[in-house]
């Protein structure tokens, strides 16, 4: 017989059913939050063009990219949202309303080695606004709020959505003199939360850092602990010749005031001046969000402003400020630690079980329940009935309705509550209610 | 500067947000009705080990997948969603619920030539239904039920699905000692409605049909002109030796009863001998199904049973049956022929215009409408009013509520509804009454 393997590819994620099911209520709530916000959807082809994939990516992004040629076109699987949306936005410009606020849900692509958390084909859900030319800062306030919104119907509480300005760090390097190193310096500030101290030291050394500039750089992660006026106090002292640290300030603290506006919880959000983000394209605001519980997983949404976005793909400027949350593996950590619940096995509420001749009593019941939005099955009395209650009860189907001759009769039905156990006989018109 | 194509690919289709909406509309229609029905969400990798993509496929279709290889990993993009839900029940008999009721939806790849409503990434929207061992001919009925309830939810009334089976087409050529070459006449009879009728007999011919077989099978076309009841006693007057036949009458019968039982309407439902099906795969029920306002679009849903769906991949047999919309194609020619609604170009009911300094009010009314679930976004007064509004009329959005001095001083909001120009003021709580 067959050799074939069945299990899917390593590094892809295959649920069963009533995971499924738990993956497309976040799913769905996602995408409901989103347009809560005034966000259009927008989806693109996973084949595009090598030369649209490839245009900014190089080193490691560009090792993991799935290309292959049909023909005489060599087409690539886009590896993020980010790319085809600068491609999109260059080929509707003249369509499109600007602020272009978009959101993006689908499955992205990366032939990164297989290791635990790790998946070469994940959801990424992102939001982004862009405009010609400048965007507003007050988008990239409401990016907080959006997030926020999101993780609290999501069930979270103890989260915190750090932000940070890429031209404050870029302006406190100028400060001290450090501008030549600073994509070096960023790449190192990413990791101080994650490694010992003396790592951090060796590394900075390695840069040929001296004392008082490693000092410098270690001392920008102990602003953090204070609170945001005196830390953009401290911050307005360091600034002394550097205009684009002033800029970075003067953001910095315009963002802040209007995500309390917002009414985002100051629980929820921290200006964190380690949080860098490693692609080199963000310009200004940088957000990182963790789940407080469960600091481990790291950043489950990030993303920040770019100052021009579609460069490869138009002369016309477009910056643009968004985040992205990988959802796949938010799920697959979430469900590890326990925290979604599976035990939804069916979208169905309601079994028929008909034991009558006449199958269009049924059939006429489920008419009317799928009309009024309720999702049900029927079985036909030739299947047994030990069968359809093992079937109603595998499935934690919550409603079971039996019809047999002395209903009919009746012109009733009998409705059992399979957890509570108990078991009416109801009209028609009365079992939507005793339903819901 | 740039020369990177930012078209999309030929055979790729790509929407505007308004396009988006309307499609995204279809699709959550599909999957409320597939739902509602009880089938269980499945959603597989569009990358498959290429062995399991390859195992059944052949002649044109294999050339038409797409396959790659990264490290020693040979890989191939779905070409459609039933070859990886046999794969799927195969890897996960031992704890799937049958009978397992699935739908799938996603995107599948085909490397076609591009032509016009051709497509080389499209979705399909599946339902099937598989059983261990055997299955109830209950399903066979219940998916035109499905079909039915769904075309009428997407605003169609005059839709026909048709029916027919295999058996009955194979137990004809039994009879009339047709069966060597039953797969050539049935691709024959296939095109017997499009094809002019001496191009018909002319196939037939160089099949090595003499004239009584040609008869006989043009004959099979005439049969569908009458009712039912006629139409099966003339199939019975057929029989004589073959028991496939008089198993597929037998069938036909019962899955005809039963759907009229099911309360689909005989206006939308038809026996046809004609509709056999391409795939050989099917082995019983065929459907076909066609908006008869549009013939010239052919089958928009199709699909049937086969006996044994999983047999490349497990020993034990599983018998099915299911259908599938090309969701892509059929919006595609929808579209083309202007029966798309495109008018709705966001998510957003609701735009508030703060013109006072605290932003406060607007986003605290913001927070409040999408807690009432109103998609709902905030200019703030550092934009243009002129470009504000400009924004709200060319996104079609009905409604704009205005906050200024005189509003917040007595607690209320101007809300402007843009269809019929009209203006009100209200307190807060009245504007969820007002805007639904």
């Known amino acids: 017989m067959t050799t074939i393997n069945t299990k899917v590819l390593p590094g892809f994620m295959e649920l069963k059913p009533n995971e499924q099911i738990a993956f497309n209520k976040m799913l769905d709530e996602i995408r409901n939050v989103y347009e809560l916000f005034g966000f259009r959807p927008v989806e693109t082809p996973i084949l595009e063009r090598a030369e649209v994939v490839l245009a900014k990516s190089g080193g490691d992004t560009e090792k993991q990219i799935y290309t292959f040629s049909k023909g005489d076109t060599n087409m690539a699987m886009r590896f993020d949202l980010t790319v085809p949306l600068a491609r999109y936005v260059a080929e509707y410009e003249n369509t499109l309303v600007f602020p272009f606020k978009r959101y993006a849900i689908g499955r992205v692509y990366r032939g990164e080695r297989p290791q635990a958390g790790r998946f070469r084909e994940f959801y990424q859900c992102d939001i982004d606004v862009l405009d010609k030319d400048s965007l507003d800062l007050s988008y990239d306030a409401e990016i907080p709020a959006v997030i926020a919104s999101l993780f609290r119907r999501l069930g979270f509480e103890n989260f915190t959505i750090r932000i940070n300005n890429r031209k404050v760090l870029n302006g406190i390097f100028e400060e001290y003199s450090l501008k030549d190193k600073s994509q070096d310096i960023l790449r190192i500030i990413d990791k101080i939360e994650k490694l010992p101290k003396d790592v951090i030291v060796e590394e900075l ?8 500039q490693i000092e410098d750089i270690q001392n920008i ?10 830390l953009v106090k401290k911050l307005r002292n360091i600034q002394k010749n550097s205009s684009i640290l002033k800029e970075g300030i003067d953001e910095l603290e315009i963002v802040v005031k209007k995500i309390k506006d917002l009414g985002v919880g100051e629980k929820n959000f921290a200006i964190d001046l380690t949080v860098a983000r490693g692609l080199d394209y963000y310009t200004g605001t940088v957000y990182e969000t963790r789940l407080n519980d469960y600091p481990e997983i790291g950043s489950v949404c990030s993303g920040g402003r770019y100052d021009d976005l579609a460069s490869y793909y138009t002369k016309n400027k477009y910056p643009g400020v968004g985040i992205s949350i990988g959802l796949t593996r938010l799920f697959d950590q979430l469900y590890s ?3 979604i619940n599976t035990d939804i096995q069916t979208p169905t509420k309601v079994v028929i079980l008909s034991m009558v001749d006449d199958d269009k009593y049924a059939y006429s019941l489920a ?6 939005n309720i999702e049900t099955e029927v079985f036909s009395k030739e299947d047994s009935i030990k069968k359809q209650l093992k079937y109603a009860d595998r499935l934690n189907i919550p409603f079971v309705i039996f019809i047999g001759e002395e209903e009919v009769e009746n012109n009733n039905y009998s409705v059992k509550d399979m957890k509570k156990g108990e078991q009416v006989k109801i009209k028609m018109e009365e079992i939507i209610k005793y339903i819901s």
């Open 205 to 212: 050394e390695d840069l040929g850092l001296d004392d008082k």
């Open 221 to 230: 992660a102990e602003l953090n602990k204070l609170d945001q006026e005196e």
């Open 337 to 339: 630690r326990g925290l």
């Open 367 to 372: 008419e009317y329940l799928r009309e009024n």
